[in-house]
C-alpha cells in the first residue's frame, strides 16, 4: 500500500493512506492547489521541491499555520489580505481571523 507523508494540524509530517488535496511551501508557509502555475513554474526548475509539503485538505493547512497563494486560491487570497490588516504584525491572529472568514 503507498503511503503519503502529509503535515498535520501541529505543522509536523505524519504518514497517511490518503493522498493530500493541498500543496505547499514550507519555507514560504503558503498552501495551495496541484494545479498551481507558480509551483508547478518553480517544481519544474527543481527549486522548490525541497520545501514541498501536502496537505489532507484546506482546513489542516490553515491551521498549520499556512496562507493561501496568491497565484492560484485567488478567491482566498483577499480574505487573507483581509485578515492580515486586522491583525497587522500577528500572524497568528490573522489566520484565525482567516479561518473564520473561510467559514472554519
Known amino acids: 500500500m503507498k503511503m503519503y507523508t502529509l503535515i ?6 505524519y ?8 500543496g505547499g511551501n514550507k519555507q ?6 496541484f494545479d498551481c502555475p507558480s ?17 489532507a485538505d484546506e482546513l ?5 499555520g499556512y496562507q493561501p497563494c496568491a ?3 485567488k478567491e482566498r487570497y483577499p ?3 483581509q485578515a492580515k490588516n486586522q491583525a497587522p504584525g500577528d500572524r497568528k491572529h490573522a489566520l484565525e ?7 472554519y
Open 8 to 13: 498535520g494540524t501541529d505543522g509536523k509530517p
Open 15 to 22: 504518514q497517511s493512506e490518503q493522498k493530500g488535496t493541498f
Open 28 to 33: 514560504g508557509k503558503i498552501y495551495g492547489g
Open 39 to 55: 509551483a508547478n513554474y518553480y517544481i519544474a526548475r527543481g527549486q522548490y521541491v525541497k520545501n514541498r509539503v501536502f496537505f
Open 60 to 64: 489542516t493547512a490553515i491551521l498549520a
Open 71 to 73: 497565484r492560484c486560491m
Open 79 to 81: 480574505l487573507w489580505k
Open 97 to 103: 481571523i482567516y479561518r473564520s472568514l473561510c467559514g
